[in-house]
């Protein structure tokens, strides 16, 4: 069973960062498409970023330039550096791993809250 764990959500002040990480399990990640949604309340949920397994990487217009996804293989981890945080960034932010086929895995989410 694929298990993803979110962690690096948290509250920070418009202009600031996190880094968000998601650490997965049981499966084969270097041949995962990894991606992070998020979710603000009111609205659906929308792709932020995704990586390749072999590190093309691909933005939402409203994030480029502002964050970076990176993959660590030998860690079976997925991180979400964002930077020049935004109120209208505060969201769920999940973390999405999708092996050839037609399955995909999602974790649990982390609250990210961007607030003076």
């Known amino acids: 069973q694929v298990q993803l764990v979110e962690s690096g959500g948290g509250l920070v002040q418009p202009g600031g960062s996190l880094r968000l990480s998601c650490a997965v399990s049981?499966?084969?990640?270097?041949?995962?498409?990894m991606g992070w949604y998020r979710q603000a309340p009111g609205k659906q949920r929308e792709l932020v970023a995704h990586i390749t397994s072999g590190g093309y990487t691909n933005y939402a217009d409203s994030v480029k330039g502002r964050f970076a996804i990176s993959r660590d293989n030998a860690k079976n981890t997925v991180y979400l550096q964002m930077n020049s945080l935004k109120p209208e960034d505060t969201a769920v932010y999940y973390c999405?791993?999708?092996?050839?086929?037609?399955?995909?895995?999602w974790g649990q989410g982390t609250q990210v809250t961007v607030s003076s």
């Open positions: 049981g499966g084969i990640f270097v041949i995962y498409v």
């Open positions: 999405v791993a999708s092996p050839p086929g037609p399955t995909v895995y």
